[in-house]
């Protein structure tokens, strides 16, 4: 399945490094998302946007930075970590907002932090 | 704050089986979906609930919604080993693209 997109699939970083995470969807949608997976949590949504725009911040420490400079593509950039942040990030996109479109995912980049 | 839980945790089931999730929501949601996410894998989209009472089927898989649109259930006919994985529901309100997810029933099917 190659709808949506991330690189790397695996990342292991210290606490004092800067990285970025990508997305990328190939298929025409105009919502973009960042999810959070934990071990034995939920999936926590981290940021939403559409049409390049962002309408949901749920309350991220200002170590996580999202930037989605048009509707294809989505970044995480990452500084300063802690290794409760070690997770796997989920992008995902939907067609349109709000809440009524099926979302795609992407395989998620699993996130180490030393 | 807006939970929504899931029960149970964790099922096993012998192959052949039947096996319901159920999820509650502490408020009154818009629509329902529900995902499942095979081990080592991503959420997978399956199905969008809307109407109150709305009943949906997929060959062996049955969703419900409930009529006060605050619980959901899934339920699978005759498990297979292809139906292991983990199930989220994810129920969002009107207006806002907050999709908050259940915290995930575990399947596990026993050949």
């Known amino acids: 399945e190659t709808g949506v997109t991330q690189t790397p699939r695996h990342l292991v970083m210290g606490m004092t490094n800067k990285k970025s995470l990508k997305c990328e969807q190939h298929?025409?949608?105009?919502?973009m998302y960042w999810y959070k997976q934990s071990a034995k949590k939920p999936l926590e949504l981290m940021f939403v946007?559409?049409?390049?725009?962002?309408?949901e911040n749920n309350s991220v420490p200002s170590r996580f930075s999202p930037e989605c400079p048009n509707s294809s593509h989505l970044f995480l950039h990452l500084h300063t970590l802690q290794p409760e942040d070690s997770a796997l990030y989920l992008c995902?996109?939907?067609?349109?907002?709000?809440?009524?479109?099926?979302?795609?995912f992407g395989p998620g980049t699993r996130l180490t932090v030393t | 704050g807006q939970q929504v839980m899931q029960i149970p945790q964790y099922q096993h089931v012998q192959e052949g089986e039947d096996f319901t999730t159920y999820c509650n929501s502490s408020t009154t949601l818009s629509n329902i979906q529900w995902y499942k996410q095979r081990p080592g894998g991503h959420p997978v989209f399956l199905i969008q609930?809307?109407?109150?009472?709305e009943v949906k089927k997929q060959k062996r898989l049955t969703f419900q919604f409930g009529e006060a649109k605050k619980n959901s259930s899934l339920h699978i006919t005759a498990t297979q080993t292809t139906d292991v994985g983990t199930y989220f529901c994810?129920?969002?309100?009107?207006?806002?693209?907050?999709?908050?997810f259940g915290t995930g029933t575990r399947l596990k099917v026993l050949a």
């Open positions: 298929l025409g949608h105009n919502a």
């Open positions: 994810a129920g969002t309100t009107s207006g806002t693209y907050k999709y908050i």
């Open positions: 946007y559409s049409l390049e725009e962002r309408v």
């Open positions: 995902a996109s939907s067609q349109e907002g709000p809440g009524d479109y099926e979302q795609y």
């Open positions: 609930l809307v109407k109150s009472g």
